[in-house]
């Protein structure tokens, strides 16, 4: 039984939902240029749909959040773009900053830097931001907000100039420059100020490893720069974390509430004798960052990467937020003593079965809810921090496994919280369909379908299954319906 103060909610980005009406447009990030590239388009990188064609929450947004009330939803999670409040440099507020080599220990951003950055801003798109966020909390909504999901202006990264040049030779190099954890360091204390009457927690990014192993290692998966370098991956996913470091102190600085950090988590499971190897890729995908951000350690990767103490990213954490899709099933072998196996987790054929018997859904992601309460349980013991999941869904424009989806892993998180464990909230993604990134339109995760056209918003029967475990606080008499284990 969930209680009264248990969050239900639902999660969205900015650059997925923003698009598609009047006045809309951002064509100021990295993701813009990327998805409109020819060379990108042609080879199949990216799907060739446009985001301006998206579902319009930028002007839709009183009517998305009157139907989220109407179904019973007590919290959501909205990002806010970068690109869009500073659409060009922050550069020239030069800011004090404590830096040893490539470790940028601390940002000191003052109230006069404050003012110099409000004259740089976009201050209509900030007006819209606070119009969405007030309207939110009149509708008495819970609120948090999330500074980064992937997206960077243009001007710290352009992807194509990285392509054509070279990260080495290009100023605008994202995260692969410390002068970019400076930058994010003063937007964060921008959104502070400007936002932090709305804001009941804050986020500093979402899934920092995906940005940077996307990027850099699976350049198939078409996220931008989509340059092959192992040595990048690591850098960006340290920058990352430094990142997420000073952000929290420039937001604490001005902030009383809780800022945590959005992280995608997939527990390994062993294909045959557990052992070591399955540590190992528990520590690679589910770990490593997280310690550099609780315990201030940097571990190392592989023999030739150093281990290194960073007192000063030490306990930079208020709150885990959980992202969580399915698993790893992984054997011995690969350089780093481990390899993930197909037909299992994120490894499968679309709308099959995995080879445990699972369903597979639109993406070819296996359904698998035990997964959420082991990940609950695994980071607790290493963390003991509170927990929110703030991703959870899967695409399916049929809505014939959603249904059962959400009732499964909804009850791992009752379960979870039967047993003690500190699970604040449920925000399921998402609350409508959107553009899924470098794959468009196709993917579909929402509860509610989107006419592109239109933009007519059409509730699938699992919004009204959601709807029903929030009214009920329990999945009791609705699990027993699951035609899999749970």
Known sequence: M?????????SMSGFQFEMGGKDSLDPNSDWFVWVRDGVNIASGLVSGDLPENGVDYWNRFKEDHELMKSFGISAIRIGVEWSRIFPKSTREVKVEIDRDGSAVKSVKITEENLRELEKLANMEAVERYKEMMKDIKEKGMWLMVNLNHFTLPLWIHDPIKVRKYGLESVEENGWYSENTIVEFAKFAAFCAKEFGEFVDAWSTMNEPQVVSSLGYVLINAGFPPSYPSFEAYVKTMVNLAQAHSRAYDAIKNLSDKDVGIIYSFSPAYPAGEDGE?????????????MDMITSGRIGKLLEEFMEVERPDMENKLDFLGI???????????????WKVLGGYGYGCEPYSKSLDGYPVSQVGWEVYPKGLYDIIRMLHERYELDM????????DPRDSLRPYYLISHVYEVEKALSEGYPVLGYLHWSFMDNYEWSKG????FGLVQVDLESKERNPRPSAYVYSEIIRKRTTK????SVPYDV
């Open 2 to 10: 969930f209680g009264k103060d248990f969050l239900f909610g639902v």
């Open 277 to 289: 190897h399955v540590d190992m890729a528990n520590y690679y995908q589910n770990f490593w960052f």
């Open 323 to 337: 992202n969580y899709y399915t698993r790893m099933m992984v054997d011995e072998g690969g350089p780093m003593g």
């Open 388 to 395: 929110i999941v703030t991703e959870n869904g899967i695409a």
């Open 477 to 480: 008499g609705m699990v027993e």
């Open 441 to 444: 339109f196709g993917k579909r």
